[in-house]
């Protein structure tokens, strides 16, 4: 990356295996031998992934901030992941946002008093639920009007077959912020996924109180080729603006597909057309904008 062009990483995870808390990433817990939806797991797997490794990746390319978000499977609360890294960010002075996990398939009255826990730690800043939720259920609905009374971001995962009813539900909480996660997570590569997930994303970007990271193509795409990414990050960046987009290094599950400095100088060919302003924004302002980081 040009040392002009500072980065803020909104998305990046990180594990203690010592804690327990990550049984899939241990392979004496987990001996499936499966891609759990991502890729050749087996790299990631019986190996801590900390800050001293994520710098060692992204070294030279100026990351100034980052976004950390749940990795955690297994804490004795969701919460302690939340309170593990405001610890974090105290002695190393990383990640300065935090988006943590709460089971919405729970009463009400426990989603909010554990986002209440989440929120004691400073850096908090909403909730990513790992799987696609019911965006139709009057029940998550119910959640995300917890969510934002609290002002809080909901990372939202959704494929090209949910985006449309994740849309909706963007439109019914204009006061909460919706980040899109992993470029519209396209369940695969071909012009029939790509069609769909155009056609969702321009919903979901219909309603002004959302955005997206552009990251994560590496998953349905198998590999991160400039010309086979160039289609669904020119779309996106169409569709959403230069001013809703955020490039993620998503590491270290990206790195399944590639190194960091190949993704980074991927994104950066594929943006040599915009401003100086708009990639500044695409590269750090926005995720600090939209993370209030």
Not at 23 to 37: F, I, V
Not at 225 to 248: H, K, N, S, Y
Request: aromatic content about 12%; charged content about 25%; some cysteine.
């Amino acid at each position: 990356m040009s040392c002009e062009l500072r980065f803020v990483d909104p998305h990046v995870h990180l594990w203690d295996l010592t804690t327990g808390w990550y049984p899939l990433l241990d392979p004496q817990t987990d001996t499936t031998g499966e891609d759990h939806g991502v890729g050749p797991f087996g790299k990631l797997q019986g190996k801590n992934f900390l800050l001293p490794d994520y710098f060692g990746h992204a070294r030279g390319y100026g990351v100034q901030k980052m976004v950390h978000v749940t990795a955690a499977q297994a804490p004795p609360t969701w919460p302690d992941e939340t309170r593990f890294l405001q610890e974090l960010f105290s002695s190393e002075g990383y990640p300065h946002g935090i988006i943590g996990w709460t089971d919405f398939d729970r009463p009400l009255e426990e989603v909010d008093a554990e986002l209440a826990a989440h929120a004691e730690s400073p850096n908090f800043r909403g909730i990513r639920h790992q799987a696609v939720v019911d965006y139709t259920s009057e029940h998550i609905l119910d959640c995300f009007g917890l969510m934002q009374r609290r002002g809080l971001i909901y990372d939202t995962v959704a494929h090209e077959d949910s985006l449309a009813a994740a849309a909706l539900a963007a439109k019914r909480f204009p006061e909460m912020s919706f980040v899109l996660e992993h470029t519209g997570w396209p369940s695969g590569g071909g012009k029939e996924v790509f069609d769909e997930w155009r056609a969702g994303i321009v919903e979901f970007a219909a309603a002004p109180n959302t955005a997206v990271k552009v990251s994560g193509l590496g998953i349905p795409l198998r590999g991160y080729d400039t010309e086979e990414l160039r289609p669904w990050v020119q779309a996106t960046i169409e569709t959403f603006g230069p001013d809703r987009c955020m490039f993620a290094s998503n590491f270290p599950v990206d790195w399944l597909f590639t190194e960091y400095s190949t993704l980074i100088d991927t994104y950066l060919r594929l943006t040599a057309q915009y401003s100086e302003d708009e990639r500044r924004g695409m590269f750090a302002d926005n995720a600090e904008r939209w993370y209030r980081i």
